[in-house]
Every structure is written in C-alpha cells, then in structure tokens.
C-alpha cells in the first residue's frame, strides 16, 4: 500500500502565496505522472497542473503564469507554488500520482488539502 502525504493549504489574502507539497510513501512503484486537481464548491474537479516523469509539465489556462509545478523524482514528491492567488482558486486541492507496472496502470489520491483566498 501506498499513501499520498500533503501539507501547505492554509488560508491566504488575494494576492498571497502558498506552496503546496506532496509525498509518496509506503512502496516502490514506476511514477508516470504526478500533479494536482482542485474541487470549487458546486463545481467538478479539474486538473491544475501535472508533470511528468520526463519533465514535461501542463497547465489550466486559469493558472497559467501564476502557479509552477515542480518535483523531487528521488523522493517522489511534486509541488506547487501558488502566486498571486485570487479568491477563485479557492478549492480542495488533490494531489494525484500516476503508476505503471509491466501489465497495468493505477493511480493515487491525496485526502485533499482547503487553500482558501479571502480578505
């Protein structure tokens, strides 16, 4: 078994900044990707930022310019830089992990952390 371990959400001004932290633990697996989902209250959860095991990174349009993903391949562990924060980005943020084996392919949730933006 496998756990995802976040720390970094906190309550924040618009404008503020946070970096959020994520670690893999519990096992050896192949990682193919590692990012971040957050979840708007009455809204779907949507993909913030994902980088791959090559160094390939994407971006939501509406974070673009404003958050930077990064990651620690030797620990397994991705981050998330978050500038200039707007009261939108208020979520839960999840951080996600990609795995491959020989046969197959599964993935990994975190518990969620709150990142709220308010005066």
């Known amino acids: 078994q496998a756990q995802l371990v976040e720390s970094g959400g906190g309550l924040v001004r618009p404008g503020g900044s946070l970096r959020l932290s994520c670690a893999a633990s519990?096992?050896?697996?192949?990682?193919?990707?590692m990012g971040w989902y957050r979840q708007a209250p009455g809204k779907q959860r949507e993909l913030v930022a994902d980088i791959h095991i090559d160094g390939d990174t994407k971006y939501s349009d509406s974070v673009k310019g404003r958050f930077t993903i990064s990651r620690d391949n030797d620990k397994n562990t991705v981050y998330l830089q978050m500038d200039s924060l707007k009261p939108d980005d208020t979520a839960v943020y999840y951080c996600h992990l990609e795995w491959y084996n020989d046969i197959t392919r599964g993935n990994y949730w975190g518990q969620g952390t709150q990142v709220t933006v308010s005066s």
């Open positions: 519990g096992t050896l697996f192949s990682v193919y990707s």
